[in-house]
């Protein structure tokens, strides 16, 4: 028993020190880590509200366009805009707008009207990307940046202290500078990472949205 609360105290005892660690951190950074940290809350902001806002547009729910599709291609127009009615997926949306452009246009104004309607919604889905993007792509160029300027101010110590350099003092120099190149990367790498399964999930609804347009204008009926 004495073994187990020793061992819950000096837990709780480490949570100063971490915090401490933390702040030694970032007074050890200096200004890039300050910025790679801001980054860092910026690119998970922005991966919350990007998976918030795909969810809200029906990035994952397909259904209810395929099944309105099967019913204008089954020769029941009505049924099929009925189905869509107050939809708010990006597939039911452009689905809904290529029925009612087909019914109302002539074909070669209709696929317009359809195309516009589908790029319109794309670059919806597409918002808050080049923000990721960007974040993906400077991290690490701030954290390299915070490293030279580290390691200038490193060796200029160094030949400051001439033949009295410490070895050990250099040493310590470094790898704090090296600090802000191995945060900009522990920023930059999960938020690729969150860009890339973004473009995907775009990449999947663009595909369907092509195979939509393409059934509904070689289905040969109208509303």
Known sequence: MTGILNSKDFQWSRAPDRMADLRDFLLLGGPAIWAIAGLSVAAAALILWKVWRLALIGAWSKNRARLAIDAFTGGDGAVALSMLEGRRGVRSRVVRGALRARATLVEEAAREETARIAKAELASARSGLRGLELIATIAPLIGLL????????????????????????????????????AAGMAVA???????????????????????????????????
């Open 146 to 181: 915070g490293t030279v300027l580290g390691m200038i101010t490193a060796f200029q110590a160094l030949q400051e202290a001439g033949s009295r350099a410490d070895p050990a003092a250099l040493a310590g120099g470094i790898w704090e500078a090296l600090l802000t190149t």
């Open 189 to 223: 790498i999960p938020a690729s990472a969150a860009l890339t399964w973004f473009e995907s999930v775009i990449d999947r609804i663009r595909l369907d949205l092509e195979d939509a347009a393409s059934r509904i204008f070689t289905a040969g009926r109208n509303i």
